[in-house]
C-alpha cells in the first residue's frame, strides 16, 4: 500500500495562502484518481479537488478558482494551492490516492482566522 505524507498546513489569515503538498512512496500514475479532501470539525468529510488518471481536474463547487490541484510526476508529490483563503476552509486537509494500493494521508491541519 502506497504511504502518502502530507505537509504545508499551517494558521494563516483570511485571504492568505497555502501550498500543501502529498508525498507518495511510490509512482503517482499507479491509481485512478489522487486529490484532496477535507474535514471540519463535526462535519463529514468532502471532496476538495481530483487529479484523475484521465479528463480535466475535478473542484468543488466552493473552492473552484481558488484552489488549484496539480503534480510533480518526476517527485511523485500532489499539490492543493490554496489562495483566498476564507475562515470555511479551516479543516484537516487528507491526501488520497483511489485504487489498488491506495490510500490516505495522516491530514495536515488547516486553520483560516478572520
Known amino acids: 500500500q502506497v504511504q502518502l505524507v502530507e505537509s504545508g498546513g499551517g494558521l494563516v489569515q483570511a485571504g492568505g495562502s497555502l501550498r500543501l503538498s502529498c508525498v507518495f512512496s511510490?509512482?503517482?500514475?499507479?491509481?485512478?484518481?489522487v486529490g484532496w479532501y477535507r474535514q471540519a470539525p463535526g462535519k463529514q468529510r468532502e471532496l476538495v479537488a481530483i487529479y484523475p488518471r484521465t479528463g480535466s481536474r475535478i473542484y468543488a463547487d466552493s473552492v473552484r478558482g481558488r484552489f488549484t490541484v496539480s503534480r510533480d510526476v518526476v517527485k511523485n508529490i500532489l499539490y492543493l494551492q490554496m489562495n483566498s483563503l476564507v475562515p470555511e476552509d479551516t479543516a484537516v486537509y487528507y491526501c488520497?490516492?483511489?485504487?489498488?494500493?491506495?490510500?490516505w494521508g495522516q491530514g495536515t491541519q488547516v486553520t483560516v482566522s478572520s
Open positions: 488520497n490516492a483511489d485504487g489498488d494500493g491506495g490510500g
Open positions: 511510490g509512482s503517482i500514475f499507479g491509481f485512478n484518481n
